[in-house]
């Protein structure tokens, strides 16, 4: 396949052809989400042992489907924005006996577990399912596809403020608390410790053995924790906050970008425009002129 996002999926119609791709891509940032819209006539063949989370929409299909999720499966008729999710890990694979135009939605599960690190929901397990609806997620999904399939006419912003949203739909529909949180993972109080030392040093340079520390961890298995936990390393999560802040200052036009990156730790003006245009896909004067 011509994405990295889906090169874990195989995908085929009745002929053994690629499917009709309707639309594909993921805008400029790191929104950790990959749209991907395809056509498939005569019947459809999908499966995959995803690294990422997988949600797939039925957009328009009489025919009926054979699903298997890990060792569960379900044959059925899905209706028009049916939603199927399939955890990263869970080897899945779906026939249809049809066509069928589909949706498949990828999120990194790096991004969603930040989403859930600033939602306080660390506890957060994104639930499998055959079927379901969620009309939001439906529209968003759709939104998202055509803004790829037309290049993205609204920009970047509007397509990663999109993508956020769908994670945070995820998250508060369908997801469960671990009934026990993973081994070694990071809990909600400690995590709260180190985000207020983040922010009331921001200007500072901030060590990840002061973290572990703060954290009662040693510095090397505090690293690999944290990561399991939060979605990204210590560092990133510094940069990460200090790039919130930052764009706070920013909308509020009272600083200039070298004063504003002075006072969030980034080294220069420079330094922090090129984070902007790297994590939100514009730069600084786009981020605050469409806000």
């Known amino acids: 396949m011509m ?3 889906i090169s874990e999926v195989r995908l085929a ?48 299909s009489n025919a009926r489907f054979d699903c298997r999720i890990a060792d569960r499966a379900l ?13 990263a890990g869970a080897d899945y694979t779906a026939e249809s006996q049809g066509s069928a135009e589909e949706i498949l939605v990828i999120i990194d599960p790096g991004q969603f577990a930040l989403a859930a690190a600033e939602g306080s929901a660390l506890e957060a397990a994104l639930i499998e399912r055959f079927s379901s609806r969620d009309q939001a997620l439906f529209d968003l999904a759709n939104s998202l596809a055509l803004e790829c399939a037309d290049g993205y006419p609204n920009g970047a912003l509007f397509w990663n403020g999109m993508a956020s949203t769908f994670i945070d739909g995820l998250l508060v ?3 469960s608390k671990f009934k026990v949180l993973p081994r070694g993972a990071l809990d909600k109080h400690v995590l709260d410790r180190l985000r207020e030392y983040v922010l009331a040093h921001l200007d500072e340079s901030i060590e990840a053995t002061t973290l572990a520390r703060i954290a009662g961890r040693s510095p090397f298995h505090f690293t690999r924790v944290f990561a399991r ?23 509020e036009r009272c600083h200039g970008l070298a004063e504003i990156a002075a006072t969030t730790g980034f080294a220069d003006q420079s330094h922090l425009s090129r984070w902007v245009r790297r994590v939100h896909g514009v730069s600084p004067t786009e ?5």
């Open 3 to 5: 994405f990295q996002e």
């Open 229 to 251: 936990s939060v979605g990204m390393t210590p560092y990133r999560y510094v940069v990460h906050l200090r790039l919130q802040r930052a764009i706070e200052l920013m909308r």
């Open 75 to 87: 044959s059925h008729e899905p209706p028009p924005g049916n939603l199927a999710i399939c955890p």
């Open 173 to 175: 529909r369908h997801t």
């Open 13 to 60: 119609q009745a002929d053994g052809d690629l499917p009709t791709t309707v639309g594909a891509g993921s805008a400029p940032g790191e929104s950790g989400v990959f749209v991907y819209g395809a056509r498939f006539h005569g019947g459809g063949h999908i499966s995959a042992t995803p690294r990422r989370h997988h949600i797939c929409f039925n957009v328009r």
């Open 287 to 291: 981020l605050i002129t469409r806000a």
